[in-house]
DNA sequence: CCACAAGCCACGAAAACGCGTCACACGGTG
DNA sequence: CACCGTGTGACGCGTTTTCGTGGCTTGTGG
């Protein structure tokens, strides 16, 4: 962890010319890692060095976009972590770029000093972010349960609905909980009661969206 | 945004007496905020006082836990900021307390500047976490979206799997689409075998965690 | 032009499901 | 004690779904 470590590598994928040669720059100068440059990400695909510790990529790329670029780039170099560095910070962006496989997310406002610290920290297995995309990030998780949905299920229908949702059939259900499919069909139906629904799938959808399993 | 504002009322809610009171000087001294301190999440929410703007709050409370604690606190002050600030690093501890409605996460190995900053950054609207945090909660975002599950469905097909996730009998959705009974059908079956499951819970569950819809 | 694939629509029989209703046991709570 | 929620099991009936099988259009390539 603390040895005399060789520079670590990070690609810039960037097509602004000026961008990436100041990014280079920022990365070098401060001793983060040994910067090489890329203009796209066919490009830098296209190279056949040895996998770099970090990519440094941008969204907005002309040709082949930026989240398309991620799906590849972690498909070549799965242990190497990648940081957007982009003008996008619209939802969406933000979370196709960290669905793909991207560790972190700046954006271009940021100071030269906060991007080679986010390199560094991404490396170290961190995950850079401004704070405002932080925020984004965990109140998708708090928007999962909206609160106040307030379903009680009792243990075996929430153990029936489980089964449901992993897509057996109630006979297979009442194998698997060693019960009479009578009882199975039981379950179902107050679990339908419960959730306001009358079909298979709505109840599956609702299971799913208020995270009752 | 910029204006004198008055210092944010911030509570402390610890049950180390030492802890708390250090926490209290930091906030205070670093001139963050206006500490009052709790030893327990019983005792804050008994305070009939104004809302804080933040609460800065232990996990692993004697009496009520902390995970309790958030949802209570944020339903009598939906619009406070609360970080968690506690020893426990394992990630459902993290994703419930978020879940629940946490915006930060903060281990107590942290700096006592560090402390004051997220305090800062959490009423700013940040979502302060340690770089090993974010990454947990990143990481949780690939991990819904395997990648590459390839299915190609016809625009029919995905129009009736939508219907499905809503709940509908196919009798509904051939109304709705106008189309037989029948042919919903068909696409049905064509849908559980481009899918790989032959429920229709199995079909929506599929559906969802894929993000087809 | 014809074949061939892909998407779209339909029939009918067997199986599964949705629903109302009922019964019994068991552990808490008023 | 009586009551209620929960877990378990059951019957019957009408509806829905499942599935094998077929036909029909469109478009692409030989």
Redesign the interface.
């Known amino acids: 962890m603390s040895a005399p470590l060789p520079l670590p590598a990070v690609w810039i994928v960037e097509d602004h010319s000026l961008l990436r040669s100041t990014l280079a720059e920022i990365i070098t100068e401060s001793g983060t890692g040994l910067a090489t440059t890329f203009a796209s990400c066919e490009a830098a695909l296209a190279s056949d060095g040895p996998a770099p510790d970090a990519i440094v990529l941008d969204i907005g790329l002309s040709g082949m976009s930026g989240i398309a670029g991620i799906?590849l780039f972690k498909e070549r170099f799965p242990a190497t972590e990648i940081v957007m560095f982009t003008v996008f910070d619209d939802r969406e962006k933000i979370?196709e770029a960290?669905?793909?496989?991207?560790?972190?997310y700046l954006l271009k406002s940021e100071s030269p000093d906060r991007i080679a610290a986010a390199v560094r920290?991404v490396i170290?297995?961190?995950?850079?972010?401004?704070?405002?995309i932080?925020?984004l990030?965990?109140a998708?998780?708090?928007q999962?349960?909206p609160?106040g949905s307030e379903v009680h299920l009792s243990e075996r229908e929430e153990e029936v609905l489980r089964c449901?949702?992993?897509?057996?059939?109630k006979k297979e259900i009442a194998d698997r909980l060693d019960l009479s499919i009578h009882t199975v069909d039981n379950y179902v139906r107050r679990i339908y009661r419960k959730l306001h629904?009358?079909?298979?799938?709505?109840?599956?959808?609702?299971a799913?969206?208020e995270?009752l399993v």
Chains 1, 2 share one sequence.
């Open positions: 799906r979370f960290l669905c793909a496989g991207a560790s972190g920290e170290e297995g961190g995950s850079p972010m401004t704070p405002e932080a925020r990030v965990v998708r998780f708090s999962l349960q609160a449901l949702v992993d897509g057996l059939a629904v009358n079909t298979l799938g709505g109840a599956v959808a609702k799913l969206r995270g």
